[in-house]
């Protein structure tokens, strides 16, 4: 049944997405996250849906008459240079080329992704459906993934759907977390009353699911985004009622199982997940030092011959903090989008990843400052608990390639091209275009 909707209302989506390509990069987002192949198993799970819907977006767009032309900010700049250095990286690759170059075309795809964001993305509504499609996809599994624990009494692990970009739960815990503040800007732009109704249940069921994770990073990165949005909100006392609300239902329902391994939080030092964790940011630092303009090329640190290299050298380190009673018995990930980056692309390359996360949390912290336009300045504070998220979450995850986390670049560049407008007048930004190209 599955497969005959899907196959039924595919066809009609491509149609739309030639009439109007911001619905495509709201698509293209929304089945990157929800992966649709996933949940169907006959004829329609080989169809290609991101890849169609990719490139029916570039064709519309191409063909699309009268287009908004689209300025060129630091961000898009920077994010420009980081894919160049990583392209430069994957050439003189330290690891397996096979692998490397896959993960190049892996992030390639996302750089396209950025591209035809901020070329479409021209206008409020445009924003508005691509947020839509976020709501319903990556919170969808939150609040799905959040009713099925509190019904089993804290017996459902949170998983997502094998083969999917967020098939790992701690992944998962992390974009959950990214997408509830733009849960709660929706519900502020939202009159309606059943779909304010739908989004305070996703809101309330997301954030139970991060718990239901078993995520330790997905808990400690929910009580910071708590924490930064109860900083950000004028109704802090509302803020306060409802995380503690949620959390302690959570909680309530939380097998011994669950309250253990958060008690691990407290014993890190005997953790080997933690270690483990440990060890690989150790052999990212080792490589780095070796290597720091370019690194070692993407998921370098996980190449076997490299970590046995470098792994007598752990020692040096200890006084950071002490891993000599680990083993490793293969190679770890990074688990960290900085540490990745560090190992991936050299410091270098972690620079440039850093000040692309500066540079967008200073263009939401000026929109929120140059706007008059709430909508705006909402969206900007609601984008940037989002970003703080991904910063604090990240930390202990290897997403630093992650589609979700350039859609947020993607918004703040388009926000921002929109407050220009709106503050330049039209004529006014157009001028300010052509100056700038022709300096």
């Not at 169809?47 to 767009?61: D, E, G, H, M």
């Not at 509830?180 to 699911?209: C, E, M, N, Y």
């Not at 407290?266 to 080792?286: N, P």
């Not at 921002?416 to 190209?437: C, P, T």
Request: charged share 15%; with cysteine.
């Amino acid at each position: 049944m599955r497969d005959i909707l899907i196959l039924m209302v595919f066809p009609v989506l491509l149609y739309f997405i030639f009439r109007r390509p911001f619905i495509g990069a709201s698509l293209w987002i929304w089945s990157g996250m929800f992966f649709p192949n996933g949940w169907v198993w006959g004829i329609a799970s080989s169809v290609r849906y991101n890849l169609l819907i990719a490139l029916a977006t570039i064709i519309s767009f191409l063909i699309q008459k009268d287009k908004i032309k689209t300025d060129v900010s630091g961000i898009t700049i920077t994010i420009i240079l980081f894919f160049c250095w990583a392209t430069i990286s994957s050439v003189i690759t330290l690891s397996n080329p096979d692998i490397v170059w896959r993960e190049w075309n892996l992030f390639m795809k996302i750089i396209v992704f950025y591209i035809f964001c901020i070329l479409t993305l021209k206008e409020k509504h445009h924003i508005t459906v691509f947020l839509w499609a976020i709501a319903l996809s990556a919170s969808y599994f939150g609040a799905s993934e959040g009713v099925k624990y509190v019904i089993s009494g804290g017996g459902h692990v949170l998983q997502g759907i094998e083969g999917s970009r967020l098939e790992d739960r701690n992944e998962l815990a992390l974009a959950i977390n990214m997408a509830i503040p733009l849960l709660i800007f929706l519900l502020t732009q939202t009159k309606h009353k059943i779909l304010r109704l739908g989004l305070i249940g996703a809101i309330v069921f997301s954030a139970i699911a991060i718990v239901g994770s078993f995520s330790r990073g997905g808990l400690l990165g929910l009580i910071v985004v708590g924490g930064y949005f109860f900083l950000q909100s004028k109704k802090k006392l509302l803020v306060v009622v409802l995380l503690s609300f949620t959390v302690a239902g959570a909680v309530t329902f939380a097998p011994d199982s669950w309250l253990e391994r958060m008690d691990t939080i407290e014993e890190m030092d005997k953790d080997d997940s933690f270690l483990g964790r440990i060890a690989a940011w150790k052999q990212a630092v080792l490589m780095a030092a070796d290597n720091p303009v370019f690194g070692g090329g993407f998921k370098a640190g996980q190449n076997y011959g490299l970590w046995k290299l470098y792994e007598p050298d752990f020692s040096k380190l200890d006084f950071i903090f002490d891993t000599s009673s680990y083993k490793a018995p293969f190679p770890k990930a990074a688990h960290s989008i900085y540490f990745q980056v560090l190992g991936d692309h050299g410091v270098i390359g972690l620079f440039i990843f850093l000040f692309i996360l500066l540079l967008t949390f200073r263009k939401l912290s000026w929109i929120v400052k140059s706007s008059n336009d709430e909508w705006s300045i909402g969206l900007a504070r609601m984008l940037k608990v989002s970003l703080v998220a991904y910063c604090v979450g990240g930390a202990a995850l290897s997403l630093p390639y992650f589609d979700l986390s350039f859609a947020l670049f993607a918004l703040a560049h388009c926000l921002g091209s929109i407050v220009s407008r709106n503050e330049l007048g039209v004529d006014a930004f157009n001028l300010r275009n052509k100056y700038h190209r022709g300096a």
